[in-house]
Structure formats: structure tokens, C-alpha cells
């Protein structure tokens, strides 16, 4: 198995182990004797629940409690006031959307259930560990769809690219076709697919030169670039339903912006809150089976739980010009929005953002205002690819045609492709094609006679 999970039972902290926002490594138990094992490292960086970061040298733990050094004064930060913990590892640097070697601990006070909505996990060998690297269809709990990811650390041995991918959730997933996208392309630009498979170069980055939270929180240091800083957080609200469940906040960003400039592509690097996916399974648990009938997904999508929209001031009022859709907790991407903003006068680009709050974390956004680059972009199809058991299942991911690699919580594959020949003085990037589903296993609830539709669907309405 590739991820951990670390229970204190002691002091009702439910620990995932993640990598960026999400999990990494392999699965174990640590017992409440080796909870101190935080005091072994020299420094560690917490998050607390109004967003403020701490670096805390020489951490140890005493009466549920973190304590250490904070700019050389002694700080005391109690356990219920803990979002975040990152342990920095192996001299690199932690940083939200890329998993670069760090370790962060997410600590969800007196939780008992992991959000389990997400489908397959994909972990690319970088040429001494397998590290995860995509979702490639996460969302897709209704009839199959086809997800692009981006592969960061993805690094050819003896020719060959090699990958994992796991079942580690209560689902049964369906995948039905998976390619490697092995794109070309000049030195120092990003590469950044869209929803529909189409990829983008950004070549001229532009950073915002204001953010905020309205009414007047500045929130700049905290999107300006991909770093260990991020806005928004994990709600701990012992009633869910609360008028701070129920908000919304909006953002303001704002980038210069060439006067002739006719389209901006916004990227932004989010993901959802574990806390979100939590509300989503207890969603489902409420209605179990009937959930594919019962229009969640629109609801969820409608509302802004699975996407926000993107609000471009011109002509004096704001107009929805496009949306940034959502990433799993356990592993943010970079998203993007294709903006018109050719009607827009002067040198400046003012965007809003209304987001539900407690369900996004955004790690940074920036606009590119040029055209795209030329490309080439080959498709390779799965060398060899082995169950658990051994088995050869490469047919079953050959092709977009129903039949589908089926796996159970637990199941896993091992998939090889070929390295194509380079091209010279071309730099490379990866994006992970896969087409698939997967279905949530609901809980045994009988839920029309436990909760009454219209109750269940007034509680997650009104979220609005």
C-alpha cells in the first residue's frame, strides 16, 4: 500500500498522513505512546484554524498541547485549534498541488470516518519511489467519463514508464481506458489540461497584484504563488449545519492585463476540503443507491460544491465569464478558465470568486494573456499491465468499449508503458488520459425512512 493513516485515539485526532493536501506512503497504525514522534523532528510548521502558520523549532507535545519556539519566544498551540502539521522531508520543499517530498498531516478533531469519494489512485515511479501523481477521474460516480491529469513525477527507467494504480476507498471502480499523453514542448513553459482533454501552454504567467476576502481581508500572500501558504481552510464546526456552515465568501483578484489582450486563461491551483467530501459521503449516506437519481451532482455542481464560477468586472457590473472546477482533497491540480476579456477597457483584469465556505483551499492563481504555443502531443497505449493476481488486464484498458478493469477496495495494478524517442531540445511533460467510473459504497441506512427527502434536501440546500 502507498499512504498512512495515523489514529491517536487518546486525544480524538483522526490523522491522515498526506502529501500537499493529500496521501502519500503506505498504510499503518502508530499507538498513542508514539504520538511524540513529532518531537523527533527539528522543526515543524502548523495551521491553525483562523489560517495562521507557525514554525515551531524543537516541537514537543505536552497536555494536548504543541510547544516550541516561534521566532525564538516559547508558543503553546493547543490541539483543537490544529488544522495542519508539515514535516519537511529529504531537503525538499513542501508545496500544495506537487507532493515535493514534504509530509502533512491534516488533523480532523473528533472525527470517525474517512470522506471516501474519489476513485482510483495513480502513483508514478520517479526512479526511486512511487509517489502519488493523479485522480484521474475523481467525481465521476455516475456513468463513466474520461479525466486528464497532469503527471509531476513521472521519470523513465530502462526505456519504460511505470505506474500503480490502487483501489484504497470503499468503492467498486470502473476503469475503461487509460493512455499516457507524452507532450513536447519548448523548455520553461507549463502545460495545463482542460476538462475536455485540450492542452494549454503557459508561456507568460501573470500574478495578481491584489487579493481579498471581502469585506477587506488581504489575502494576496496567501495566492500569490504555489508555496506552502494557502487560503481557506478545514471547518471543525460541531454543528455542520450552523449559520458558519451555511456561508459564502467571496474573493477578489486582481491582475494587470494589456490593453489589446482579447482572452486570459486562468489558472488556479485548488482542491476541495476534506471536509467537503465528508458533507458529500454523509450526502449519500442519507440517500444510499437512489443517490444517482436524485440529482446530486447537478445539485452539487449547481451550488458550488464542485465548482465556482469566475465573475469578470466589465462595463461596470461583474458577468460570469467561465468556472474553475474542483480537485480532491488528497491530491490539488492546476485548473484552468478560458476568459473573454475583449470588452474589457483599461489595464486591468478584476475577477470574483464565490465560493461555499469550508469546501476550497486555493494555493495560487495566475493569468496568462498569450496565445498558445505549438505542441506535439503523442498518445501512448499501456505496455503491459498486471493485477494483484498476476493477471494480464492491458485488454481491458485498451480502448473506449465497455469493458471495463472492475476492482474492489484493496485491488491494484501495475501498469508499464514505452518511452517514445525524445525530441531534441524539447522539454516533456506527461498528462494521464483515463476513462472510467466508480461507484460509492453507501452505508446500509434505510435512508427515505430514516430522513425524509425533503429534510435531507433542505440541510445540504441550504448551503446556499
Same mark, same amino acid.
Given at each position: 500500500?502507498?499512504?498512512?493513516?495515523?489514529? $491517536?485515539?487518546?486525544? =480524538?485526532?483522526?490523522?491522515?498522513?498526506?502529501?500537499?493536501?493529500?496521501?502519500?506512503?503506505?498504510?499503518?497504525?502508530?499507538?498513542?505512546?508514539? =504520538?511524540?514522534? +513529532? /518531537? !523527533?523532528?527539528?522543526?515543524?510548521?502548523?495551521?491553525?484554524?483562523?489560517?495562521?502558520?507557525?514554525?515551531?523549532?524543537?516541537?514537543? +507535545?505536552?497536555?494536548?498541547?504543541?510547544?516550541?519556539?516561534?521566532? #525564538?519566544?516559547?508558543?503553546? &498551540?493547543? $490541539?483543537?485549534?490544529?488544522?495542519?502539521? *508539515?514535516?519537511?522531508?529529504?531537503?525538499?520543499?513542501?508545496?500544495?498541488?506537487?507532493?515535493?517530498?514534504?509530509?502533512?498531516?491534516?488533523?480532523?478533531? #473528533?472525527?470517525?470516518? @474517512?470522506?471516501?469519494?474519489?476513485?482510483?489512485?495513480?502513483?508514478? $515511479?520517479?526512479?526511486?519511489?512511487?509517489?502519488?501523481?493523479?485522480?484521474?477521474?475523481?467525481?465521476?460516480?455516475?456513468?463513466?467519463?474520461?479525466?486528464?491529469? *497532469?503527471?509531476?513525477?513521472?521519470?523513465?527507467?530502462?526505456?519504460?514508464?511505470? @505506474?500503480?494504480?490502487?483501489?484504497?476507498?470503499?468503492?467498486? %471502480?470502473?476503469?475503461?481506458?487509460?493512455?499516457?499523453?507524452?507532450?513536447?514542448?519548448?523548455?520553461?513553459?507549463?502545460?495545463?489540461?482542460?476538462?475536455?482533454?485540450?492542452?494549454? !501552454?503557459?508561456?507568460?504567467?501573470?500574478?495578481?497584484?491584489? =487579493?481579498?476576502?471581502?469585506?477587506?481581508?488581504?489575502?494576496?500572500?496567501?495566492?500569490?504563488?504555489?508555496?506552502?501558504?494557502?487560503?481557506?481552510?478545514?471547518?471543525?464546526?460541531?454543528?455542520?449545519?450552523?449559520?458558519?456552515?451555511? =456561508?459564502?465568501?467571496?474573493?477578489?483578484?486582481?491582475?494587470?492585463?494589456?490593453?489589446?489582450?482579447?482572452?486570459?486563461?486562468?489558472?488556479?491551483?485548488?482542491?476541495?476540503?476534506?471536509?467537503?467530501?465528508?458533507?458529500?459521503? /454523509?450526502?449519500?449516506?442519507?440517500?444510499?443507491?437512489?443517490?444517482?437519481?436524485? #440529482?446530486?451532482?447537478?445539485?452539487?455542481?449547481?451550488? #458550488?460544491?464542485?465548482?465556482?464560477?469566475?465573475?469578470?468586472?466589465?462595463?461596470?457590473?461583474?458577468?460570469?465569464?467561465?468556472?474553475?472546477?474542483?480537485?480532491?482533497?488528497?491530491?490539488?491540480?492546476? %485548473?484552468?478558465?478560458?476568459?473573454?476579456?475583449?470588452?474589457?477597457?483599461?489595464?486591468?483584469?478584476?475577477?470574483?470568486?464565490?465560493?461555499?465556505?469550508?469546501?476550497?483551499?486555493?494555493?495560487? !492563481?495566475?493569468?496568462?494573456?498569450?496565445?498558445?504555443?505549438? &505542441?506535439?502531443?503523442?498518445?501512448?497505449?499501456?505496455?503491459?499491465?498486471?493485477?494483484?493476481?498476476?493477471?494480464?488486464?492491458?485488454?481491458?484498458?485498451?480502448?473506449?468499449?465497455?469493458?471495463?478493469?472492475?476492482? /474492489?477496495?484493496?485491488?491494484? !495494478?501495475?501498469?508499464?508503458?514505452?518511452?517514445?524517442?525524445?525530441?531534441?531540445?524539447?522539454?516533456?511533460? $506527461?498528462?494521464?488520459?483515463?476513462?472510467?467510473?466508480?461507484?460509492?459504497?453507501?452505508?446500509?441506512?434505510?435512508?427515505?425512512?430514516?430522513?425524509?427527502?425533503?429534510?435531507?434536501? /433542505?440541510?445540504?440546500?441550504?448551503?446556499?
Amino acid at each position: 500500500m502507498y499512504r498512512k493513516f495515523i489514529s $491517536f485515539a487518546l486525544i =480524538a485526532v483522526f490523522i491522515f498522513s498526506i502529501t500537499s493536501c493529500g496521501i502519500r506512503t503506505t498504510e499503518e497504525y502508530l499507538t498513542e505512546e508514539e =504520538a511524540p514522534t +513529532i /518531537e !523527533a523532528e527539528k522543526a515543524v510548521w502548523i495551521t491553525t484554524k483562523d489560517s495562521s502558520e507557525y514554525k515551531v523549532t524543537n516541537p514537543k +507535545i505536552q497536555d494536548s498541547k504543541v510547544v516550541g519556539l516561534v521566532n #525564538g519566544k516559547v508558543k503553546e &498551540i493547543e $490541539f483543537s485549534e490544529i488544522v495542519f502539521v *508539515k514535516i519537511k522531508k529529504n531537503d525538499k520543499t513542501l508545496v500544495l498541488g506537487t507532493a515535493a517530498g514534504g509530509v502533512a498531516i491534516a488533523m480532523f478533531i #473528533g472525527a470517525s470516518t @474517512l470522506p471516501e469519494a474519489c476513485g482510483p489512485f495513480v502513483y508514478s $515511479f520517479d526512479g526511486k519511489e512511487f509517489v502519488l501523481d493523479s485522480e484521474p477521474y475523481g467525481g465521476a460516480i455516475l456513468k463513466e467519463r474520461t479525466g486528464y491529469a *497532469k503527471l509531476n513525477y513521472l521519470v523513465p527507467v530502462d526505456r519504460k514508464y511505470q @505506474l500503480r494504480m490502487t483501489n484504497e476507498l470503499n468503492e467498486t %471502480q470502473y476503469t475503461d481506458e487509460l493512455k499516457l499523453l507524452v507532450i513536447e514542448h519548448p523548455v520553461g513553459i507549463d502545460i495545463v489540461p482542460d476538462v475536455t482533454g485540450e492542452i494549454h !501552454a503557459i508561456t507568460s504567467p501573470v500574478a495578481p497584484v491584489a =487579493a481579498h476576502e471581502l469585506p477587506e481581508r488581504d489575502i494576496l500572500h496567501l495566492v500569490k504563488m504555489k508555496d506552502d501558504q494557502l487560503w481557506g481552510d478545514e471547518p471543525f464546526y460541531e454543528n455542520p449545519y450552523d449559520e458558519r456552515a451555511n =456561508a459564502r465568501k467571496e474573493l477578489i483578484l486582481e491582475f494587470p492585463k494589456p490593453k489589446n489582450a482579447k482572452t486570459a486563461r486562468l489558472v488556479m491551483n485548488v482542491c476541495n476540503t476534506l471536509y467537503s467530501t465528508y458533507k458529500a459521503r /454523509e450526502f449519500l449516506d442519507h440517500f444510499g443507491d437512489l443517490y444517482p437519481i436524485m #440529482g446530486f451532482v447537478r445539485s452539487f455542481a449547481r451550488k #458550488g460544491f464542485v465548482r465556482f464560477d469566475v465573475e469578470v468586472w466589465e462595463d461596470g457590473r461583474w458577468k460570469n465569464k467561465g468556472c474553475i472546477r474542483g480537485a480532491s482533497p488528497y491530491l490539488p491540480r492546476d %485548473q484552468i478558465a478560458i476568459l473573454n476579456v475583449s470588452k474589457i477597457k483599461g489595464d486591468s483584469l478584476k475577477l470574483r470568486l464565490n465560493l461555499v465556505d469550508g469546501f476550497w483551499r486555493i494555493n495560487s !492563481a495566475i493569468v496568462d494573456y498569450s496565445e498558445d504555443v505549438s &505542441i506535439r502531443v503523442r498518445e501512448i497505449e499501456v505496455a503491459e499491465a498486471v493485477n494483484q493476481k498476476g493477471e494480464d488486464i492491458r485488454e481491458a484498458m485498451r480502448a473506449d468499449d465497455d469493458n471495463f478493469y472492475v476492482t /474492489e477496495k484493496g485491488d491494484y !495494478a501495475k501498469i508499464t508503458f514505452n518511452e517514445p524517442p525524445p525530441v531534441p531540445n524539447m522539454a516533456r511533460s $506527461f498528462i494521464l488520459k483515463a476513462r472510467g467510473y466508480y461507484k460509492i459504497h453507501t452505508s446500509d441506512l434505510e435512508p427515505i425512512r430514516k430522513h425524509q427527502t425533503s429534510e435531507v434536501s /433542505e440541510d445540504f440546500g441550504s448551503l446556499r
